[in-house]
């Protein structure tokens, strides 16, 4: 039998004690303090957060109109049209736009630019809410642009920040193929999270196949669900609204309807909407010995939309270097590979491209019969706006070595450092016509500049 292993038969075993716990210096060793200080900060933060977003759904509750916008074009533009519209028709209405320049727009008409520090985050949303919401005299209107892109966080926008009794979808086109879907089917889907239950949802999209998602997701919700055309705008009413798309028009005259407002009174507050900043926008200053004219398109993110600006768009005459200034971003290449076929020669007569997959896009470019001497590259870097103004300078000297005249096209992203870098250098110039500075204009496509022909601005 194997004997029982005792402590004394240890090694030592003399020598070996259990000394007493002393729990009081247990408690207070700096591990402890440092754990209870973190439970509690977690618990007061928790308890912060439980108060304020309780005593915000409370506000929210008593405010009557709840818009949410979302759709991949026309939300910021759709939001302006909504909240000039009921602000003619007596309503006390605050707006929250993101796109071309995130802003707020108060009930007394003022704009205010949203302030951030660092990335765009769904947070803003709720801070500004419930800054919108305070005593004593808060709005009885509130209209928000979604700026999520992911299901999952527009679906958190709308339930549990929102809370809408109006969904917009604007429409649906291929953009955010990342977060939103592959297929035009996919993204409306997507974008269908916002609808509430309940809620009325309309929507200026009428393809079958993102309709039949948009349907699908509103009948699941008891949501009703109506569908506008550009021809739902009067034709009388129509010359009253030049600058509004007639999509945008026709969802908010389906707003507006839904509320009992009058169509006169409507089109009376569109009339006066203020417009997207930079929309339409062309500065001028000098980029070394060239005279250079700078307009931003970066603002459309689709390549059909901007398939059909770039064509409209009024290009200046013979003479004049056109560059267009890509903006990528890494989070976005497949908006950037998606861009490839609006990016013609016959339209640019050289490309700079920041950064997103830069080379990948060069490389495809070039495959597709560019000149690899007119696609540059450039360092993508806040602290470096000047590396691509000497791309700039280069590339026009290979376009014509005895060029005078540059016209910059900025594209593909607005929300970027770099882009915002060079949108405030340019600024810092002269703002002008384009047709009047450049003496001239004609649409793109495959007719080149000089013919003498017009186009119209995108809208």
């Known amino acids: 039998m194997e004997r029982a292993l005792r402590v004394a038969d240890w090694p030592g075993a003399a020598s070996f004690a259990l000394e007493p716990i002393d729990w009081s210096a247990d408690l207070t060793s700096r591990?402890?303090?440092?754990?209870?200080?973190?439970?509690?900060?977690?618990?007061?933060?928790?308890?912060?957060?439980?108060?304020?977003?309780?005593?915000?759904?409370?506000r929210r509750a008593t405010t009557p109109i709840r818009v949410l916008v979302t759709g991949s074009r026309g939300k910021s533009s759709t939001i302006r049209a909504l909240h000039a519209a009921l602000d003619a028709a007596g309503h006390?209405?605050?707006?929250?736009?993101?796109?071309?320049?995130?802003?707020?727009?108060?009930p007394d008409?003022?704009?205010?630019?949203?302030?951030?520090?660092?990335?765009?985050?769904?947070?803003?949303?709720?801070r500004r809410l419930d800054a919108?919401?305070?005593?004593?005299?808060?709005?009885?209107?509130?209209?928000?642009?979604?700026?999520?892109?992911?299901?999952?966080?527009?679906?958190?926008?709308?339930d549990e920040m929102v809370d809408?009794?109006?969904?917009?979808?604007?429409?649906?086109?291929?953009?955010?193929?990342?977060?939103?879907?592959?297929?035009?089917?996919?993204?409306?889907?997507?974008?269908?999270?916002?609808i509430r239950p309940g809620s009325l949802v309309v929507t200026g999209e009428d393809a079958p196949g993102p309709l039949d998602a948009i349907r699908s997701t509103a009948r699941e919700r008891a949501a009703t669900l109506l569908v506008v055309r550009p021809s739902d705008v009067p034709e009388s009413l129509r010359p009253l609204?030049?600058?509004?798309?007639?999509?945008?028009?026709?969802?908010?005259?389906?707003?507006?309807?839904?509320?009992?407002?009058?169509?006169?009174?409507?089109?009376?507050?569109?009339?006066?909407?203020?417009?997207?900043p930079g929309e339409r926008e062309v500065w001028r200053r000098p980029v070394g010995d060239l005279d250079c004219a700078y307009t931003?398109?970066?603002?459309?993110?689709?390549?059909?939309?901007?398939?059909?600006?770039?064509?409209?768009?009024?290009?200046?005459?013979?003479?004049?270097?056109?560059?267009?200034?890509?903006?990528?971003?890494?989070?976005?290449?497949?908006?950037?590979?998606?861009?490839?076929?609006?990016?013609?020669?016959?339209l640019f007569d050289g490309l700079v491209l920041v950064g997103g997959p830069d080379r990948r896009v060069r490389r495809d470019l070039v495959e597709d019969g560019w000149d690899p001497h007119r696609v540059l590259t450039a360092v993508h870097r806040v602290t470096a706006p000047a590396a691509w103004r000497r791309r700039l300078t280069q590339l026009a000297r290979r376009v014509d070595p005895g060029a005078q005249q540059v016209l910059v096209v900025g594209l593909e992203n607005e929300h970027d450092q770099i882009a915002d870098r060079g949108r405030e250098w340019f600024h810092g110039g002269e703002r002008v016509q384009l047709p009047d500075a450049w003496g001239g204009r004609s649409p793109g496509g495959a007719t080149r500049a000089g013919d003498g022909s017009t186009g119209g601005m995108p809208s």
């Open 31 to 58: 591990g402890a303090i440092a754990a209870a200080a973190s439970v509690l900060y977690v618990t007061v933060m928790i308890g912060l957060w439980w108060w304020w977003t309780g005593r915000l759904a409370r």
């Open 92 to 106: 006390r209405a605050y707006a929250k736009t993101t796109g071309t320049a995130a802003a707020e727009i108060r």
């Open 109 to 126: 008409g003022s704009e205010v630019s949203t302030r951030r520090l660092g990335r765009p985050s769904i947070l803003e949303v709720l």
């Open 132 to 158: 919108a919401l305070r005593p004593p005299n808060p709005p009885d209107t509130v209209l928000f642009e979604c700026m999520a892109v992911q299901p999952g966080l527009i679906r958190q926008v709308a």
């Open 164 to 194: 809408p009794n109006v969904v917009v979808i604007t429409n649906v086109q291929v953009d955010h193929l990342e977060d939103e879907g592959s297929n035009l089917t996919e993204i409306a889907a997507c974008l269908a999270e916002g």
């Open 241 to 276: 609204i030049p600058d509004v798309h007639p999509q945008n028009a026709a969802i908010t005259l389906a707003v507006t309807r839904a509320f009992g407002i009058a169509d006169s009174l409507a089109v009376d507050g569109m009339s006066a909407a203020s417009r997207e």
């Open 296 to 346: 931003d398109l970066g603002a459309i993110n689709d390549p059909q939309s901007l398939a059909e600006a770039l064509d409209a768009f009024p290009w200046p005459g013979r003479g004049v270097v056109r560059i267009g200034l890509v903006v990528g971003r890494w989070d976005r290449p497949l908006r950037s590979l998606s861009f490839l076929g609006c990016l013609r020669p016959e």
